[in-house]
Each structure stands twice: as C-alpha cells, then as structure tokens.
C-alpha cells in the first residue's frame, strides 16, 4: 500500500512517496519516522522564513547615545530629525535681593539633546555643587545668589550638529 504525503506552503512543494514492502511492519514504522522528520524541518524552515521575513520589515530603532551623543530618548532617528542646538532666552536681566534664589531661565533645544554649560568669569560653572544647579531645561539656578554673583553668565549649548550660546546678566540688589 502507497502512502502519498503533500506539503505546500508559499515557499515550496513537497511530495513524499512511502511505499513499504508488504507485511514489513519496520518498513512502515521507518517511512512515518522519515515522514514525521521531513514535516518537522519543513515546518522550522517555512517559521524561520516567516521570521526573517518580519525582521526585515522593522524599523530600525537605537538609544541614541550609543550612535550620536548623550540622549537620553533614543528611538527612532532619520538624519533629516538631527538639528543644531537653538537657545532661547526668558529674561535677560535677573535682578534678586541677596540671598534669596536666583534663576536664569534659559529653554535649550537641539536633536541629539544638547549638552549645556555655563560659564561666569571666563570659568565654568560647577552645574553640580550645592549651591549652582544646572536644571533638565538648560537654566541656571543660584541658591543663596550673593554680590559676588553679580555680572554675565554665558550659557553654551552644543551637540554633533552644532553650538548655540546665549547671554544673562545677574544683579544682586541689597535688601531693604
């Protein structure tokens, strides 16, 4: 007795012939092993297919620190989303009384995400210490602002594309 074994799938087709001789038990028992292997490699090779087939399909996505700097959002990038850094400036002038909090508020845009410096002086500000924090938008903030903080912060903004800078000036006043 013939068996006949049809596979299709949209990347091939197979026919399968298992003729056992007659009354060879071990014949038949061999031809459905053979038979059970054949459909179990067609069916990894056609899901392998399928996967590939998906993969090629996605969008390619990175954090883009790993490729362009230190930004922290990553995801999807074409060149024409990379721009230079742009800095726009709230106030000009901040006057405060001294020892109360002082804010030179800046917005600093930019793709990939800028990295934001100030200086006063002709030195860098240390953006980290206690009293002097630069904050997630770009400003400044001075906690406990004295006269010797008194004159021209520059802030700098600059990314791989370019660099923006920007002027404030800061006037400590005493109190009444």
């Known amino acids: 007795m013939r068996q006949r074994l049809i596979v ?3 990347y091939f087709l197979l026919i399968v012939t298992i003729s056992p001789s007659s009354g060879d038990n071990g014949g038949v028992i061999a031809g459905v092993v053979v038979t059970v292997i054949i ?10 297919l399928v996967i590939i ?6 969008t390619y996505k ?34 405060r009384v001294a020892g109360n ?15 934001v410096t100030w200086r006063y002086g002709g030195r860098d500000v240390p953006g980290g210490d206690c009293r002097m ?35 404030v000036k800061l006037k400590i006043e005493a109190s009444s």
Do not use: W
């Not at 924090?133 to 010797?148: E, P, R, V, Y």
């Open 8 to 10: 299709t799938s949209n």
């Open 39 to 48: 459909v179990l490699v067609i069916i990894v090779i056609v899901v392998l």
């Open 53 to 58: 087939r998906r993969k090629r399909r996605q």
């Open 62 to 95: 990175y954090p883009a620190d790993t490729v362009f700097g230190n930004d922290r959002a990553g995801g999807e990038v074409g060149m024409a989303d990379f721009t230079k850094p742009t800095i726009t400036v709230l106030c000009s002038e901040v006057f």
């Open 101 to 115: 909090c002082a804010l030179l508020e800046v917005e600093v845009a930019g793709h990939p995400r800028p990295k």
């Open 133 to 167: 924090k630069i904050l997630s938008d770009g400003s400044l903030q001075i906690l406990g602002a004295d006269f010797d903080d008194t004159g021209p912060y520059r802030c700098l903004a600059s990314n791989r594309i370019g660099s923006a800078q920007c002027q």
